[in-house]
């Protein structure tokens, strides 16, 4: 089966988290570009995706920019590149009422628990409009701390069963290291496949997602779930060799 299509998580699979990509990362990135389309779907928001992709790749052919699909803040929210410029094709974006109880909710249910930490790097909620992020040690928090901070995972999932039972009417899901992300339910990675689907007219099975949360409660799960093809990895040096292959098989699955 044909790959025409390569979808990537963003943290911990193309960039260390909250950073920029690796220009290995970026040098295999756009060899793949020039041969498939390539859709990043990540928990961040728009910004990240300039610092950490776009500033990086540097690209100026347009040819290049209509072959990829950003999809920021898990799916929620579509952008293409057209006349010059990201265009945003849908944003899922949730009402006053939905954020309003989403940060009260997580809040509240992040300091029962204990999980409210009094220093941090930048603020711990964050709206981003389609998405509301809890992250525990701050938006900047250095990858080391981030990593020593809920090495199992457990802390992660009690905040996010505690939070998704107030929340019946969203989505709540575990999201990098250190955060959760709510957002309108059923949209997630797995709707943002669709779309791509829409968007292209390439059907799933010749479809390829790549990203280190497969595990089921890790927010690249959905896109499993739906029966995508997929490839786990733990860091952006397994990327580059997953695409490297990919490369050498011309895409053969």
């Not at 100026?60 to 293409?80: F, I, V």
């Not at 997580?106 to 964050?126: C, F, H, K, M």
């Not at 809920?150 to 992660?156: H, N, R």
Request: include cysteine; aromatic fraction near 6%.
């Amino acid at each position: 089966m044909t790959t025409q299509l390569v979808a990537f998580d963003l943290d911990d699979t193309l960039a260390a988290s909250k950073s920029p990509m690796d220009p290995e990362m970026a040098t295999v990135l756009l060899r793949l570009l020039e041969v498939a389309e390539v859709c990043i779907i990540s928990g961040g928001n728009y910004a990240q995706f300039q610092n950490q992709v776009l500033r990086v790749l540097d690209i100026d052919d347009e040819q290049l920019l209509a072959r990829l699909h950003l999809m920021p803040t898990c799916g929620t929210q579509y952008l293409r590149f057209e006349q010059g410029a990201w265009a945003q094709r849908y944003a899922e974006v949730l009402s006053d009422d939905q954020k309003a109880r989403a940060l009260e909710s997580v809040e509240r249910n992040a300091q029962a628990l204990g999980y409210w930490e009094s220093d941090t790097w930048g603020p711990i909620l964050e709206d981003r409009g389609s998405q509301i992020t809890f992250s525990a040690l701050g938006q900047q928090a250095p990858v080391e701390a981030k990593a020593a901070w809920d090495a199992d995972g457990v802390k992660k999932g009690a905040l996010r069963d505690a939070v998704a039972l107030e929340l019946l009417d969203l989505e709540v899901r575990s999201g990098g290291s250190t955060s959760i992300d709510i957002t309108k339910r059923g949209v997630d990675k797995a709707y943002g496949m669709n779309k791509l689907v829409e968007a292209t007219g390439i059907p799933l099975e010749n479809m390829l997602f790549i990203g280190d949360r497969l595990d089921e409660g890790g927010n690249d799960y959905p896109v499993k779930a739906m029966g995508v093809r997929c490839i786990a990895v733990h860091g952006w040096q397994d990327t580059v060799g997953v695409v490297t292959d990919l490369l050498e098989q011309r895409f053969a699955a």
